[in-house]
């Protein structure tokens, strides 16, 4: 189920206002009641306890193979029609970009070897995509954990929501690239400061919903949690992290995206061997072909990280989505 | 077979003056903003070791708040609830609850769910494979072993309710607090397991509070019906004994005097002297 995350969820909590997401990017939300609870001990009516009973395996998958076909055909089409109308566009030589078969003619060993070295700064695409990632998941790998650490806290505490909350309201604006020379000061070295810029783009997300989702955790599993006598480590991985599961998966995804946004952004002006700076230094030698392919790994490679959090989602969330 | 409920109780029960559990003067108000509501006043209670409770009286009147209080999980306005002369101020295990609603954790299994219940009371005292065995025979109490590698999501109401019921009971508590717990279920069901919880009181001679709003339900299954009256304010109209025999059988019973006249009394309180403030303003 596709479900725009709107601004206006959960805007009114009991303790004050907190937005659903940072950006209105389409995510997948498990549908799951968003229930205010009030501060009293009454086990609140939830209406997420009831669920449809899955369907056939079998009946699933023969439908899977039709909808694969479904879904891969029309967008090939569509990429063949664009491919043919840019290609007649710019095809005259005095074009100022160029078409799909001078790419092809000039950047065809970037597109063919993605791992090719050729010398230190001569690699192939694949490879600068690499160091790009791996920048990507130091960031990122942080700003999940501590993202997740600090919704927690403000989800749980009305007071550390109070204190934190307009702060990171005002943070989370703040673009990527403006964070740049602060952390370049600060770190006086090009890649902590990129990997900097990407785990302060996408904490935000993440604190922002995982707080919404330890918010929405049912007074019914804190009373048997109250009842066990769980200690806080224990409430922390045995309740808060499974019940807010889909919502904490939501933050990340968004976080993911933003981080690739950033790291290209930010490897443009820090250098190195990124995918980012790649495209800089192509544009600095007018080698357009190079630029145009590079756009396409950046796309293709966003795209399946989004797909991979979103999947590693779709995994941990299993028990919480049934109900 | 199951172990004795709990095998400290019988040194204390020798002293008969002592009251087991005892709600004393208990008054709660929940104040919302500038708005108090006053829910339960003068509410004094004194339940014995193995008594089955039933506590009725028309919704909203406050019953869940008083079993909340019980359980820890709220706190009285004033008063006091003793559990074997300890003041109650917290929740925990010794006053297990099941929930009108289950309650259980929907990315569990049913063995987990019932498993994190007995790792948490007994994870010093019990031996890993003593904690899966008794995991399993209270799952089989409720006959809930076929099920066990089930999530809640998979399983029907009925079996979600024993799920819930076996989680309290591997906890051996010292009482049992049950709020509503058949009330969503279809007829059928619920009196399959009010038989179950009948033969498990039986069997191990647990002290009961049960919530409900049905009456043949309340006379079925308890030693004693304790009826509230209708809120704001509610507090105990009438405290009746249920003088009926164990084991008690559903079909029989129908025709048995005392059935008959308890269940009238009930009945006569709830829909006579007390009724539903909603039914009065719908008339
Ligand atoms: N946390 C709370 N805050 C304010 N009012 C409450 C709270 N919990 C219960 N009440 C009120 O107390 C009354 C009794 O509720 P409850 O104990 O749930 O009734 P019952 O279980 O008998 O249906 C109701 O009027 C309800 O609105
Ligand atoms: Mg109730």
């Known amino acids: 189920m596709t479900a725009h995350v709107r601004s206006t969820d959960f805007v009114e909590t009991s303790a004050g206002r907190l937005p659903a997401t940072v950006a209105a990017i389409p995510v997948e939300v498990t549908p799951k009641a968003a229930n205010d609870q009030g501060d009293g001990p009454v086990p609140a009516a939830h209406e997420n306890t009831d669920q449809p009973t899955p369907r056939s395996r079998f009946a699933g998958l023969a439908e899977k193979s039709g909808e694969w076909l479904a879904n891969i055909v029309p967008p090939l089409l569509v990429v063949l029609a664009l491919g043919l109308i840019w290609e007649m566009a710019f095809s005259s030589p005095t074009a100022s970009l160029p078409p799909p078969s001078k790419i092809w003619a000039e950047a065809k060993d970037l597109i063919l070897d993605p791992f090719f070295v050729m010398g230190p700064q001569d690699i192939g ?65 090009a890649n902590p400061s990129a990997i900097f810029v990407i785990f302060i783009t996408s904490i935000w997300p993440i604190i922002i919903n995982t707080a919404v989702g330890i918010r929405n955790i049912p007074q019914d599993y804190r009373n048997v949690a109250a009842v066990l006598r769980l200690n806080q480590v224990e409430f922390f991985w045995r309740i808060m992290i499974p019940s807010a599961a889909p919502y904490i998966f939501t933050g990340l995804r968004i976080g993911i995206g933003l981080s690739w946004l950033a790291i290209v952004a930010a490897e443009m002006l820090t250098g190195g061997v990124g995918i980012g700076f790649f495209i800089w230094d192509a544009w600095n030698s007018s080698r357009l072909p190079d630029i145009v392919v590079a756009l396409f790994y950046i796309g293709v490679v966003g795209f399946v990280l989004d797909r991979l959090v979103a999947f590693a989602g779709q995994i941990a969330t299993r028990g919480t989505a049934a109900s | 077979m199951i172990a004795p409920v709990n095998p400290t109780l019988h040194t204390t029960s020798r002293n008969e ?69 300890q003041e109650v101020s917290e929740p925990g295990p010794d006053r297990a609850v099941v929930f009108q609603n289950h309650s259980l954790l929907p990315w569990l299994t049913v063995y987990e769910n019932v498993k994190l219940a007995v790792d948490k009371v007994f994870g010093a005292t019990k031996s890993r494979a003593e904690r899966h065995d008794w995991t399993i025979e209270n799952l089989s109490l409720v006959h809930m072993t076929h099920a066990k590698d089930k999530r809640p999501g998979e399983i029907s109401g009925g079996m979600k309710q024993r799920v819930g019921i076996a989680r309290a009971l591997a906890m051996e508590p010292k009482v049992l607090l049950l709020d509503e717990p058949f009330g969503a279920l279809d007829a059928l069901t619920r009196a399959h397991l009010q038989d179950s919880v009948m033969e498990i009181h039986a069997r191990l001679g647990n002290t009961i509070i049960m919530i409900t709003h049905d009456v043949d339900e309340a006379v079925l ?38 059935y008959v006249r308890t269940r009238e009394a009930v009945l006569k309180f709830l829909y006579e002297r007390h009724k539903s403030p909603s039914l009065d303003t719908a008339a």
């Not at chain 1, 490879?127 to 993202?147: C, E, N, P």
């Not at chain 1, 109070?162 to 702060?167: A, K, Q």
């Not at chain 2, 406050?62 to 004033?78: M, Q």
């Not at chain 2, 304790?226 to 008690?248: K, Q, S, Y």
């Open chain 1, 125 to 189: 695409l694949g490879l600068r995509v690499m160091t790009s990632l791996q920048r990507v998941a130091i960031g990122f790998g942080l700003a999940a954990i501590v993202g997740v650490l600090l919704g927690a806290l403000v989800g749980q505490s009305v007071w550390a929501m109070r204190g934190l909350d307009p702060v990171f309201q005002v943070l989370r604006t703040v673009p990527p690239l403006a964070w740049l020379p602060i952390s370049l000061a600060g770190f006086r070295d």
């Open chain 2, 17 to 85: 003056n002592r009251p087991f559990l005892k709600i004393d003067q208990v008054e709660k108000s929940f104040k919302r903003g500038k708005a108090t509501t006053h829910v339960l006043r003068d509410i004094n209670l004194v339940i014995e070791r193995g008594q089955y409770v039933a506590v009725i009286g028309h919704s909203g009147c406050g019953k869940s708040t008083l079993l909340n209080i019980v359980a820890g999980l709220t706190n009285v306005s004033s008063g006091a609830v003793l559990l074997e002369d």
């Open chain 2, 221 to 258: 299954l308890s030693d004693r019906i304790v009826m509230m009256t209708n809120g704001p304010a509610a507090t105990i109209g009438e405290d009746l004994r249920v003088e009926l025999p164990r084991p008690r059988n559903r079909l029989q019973l129908v025709a048995d005097p005392t």
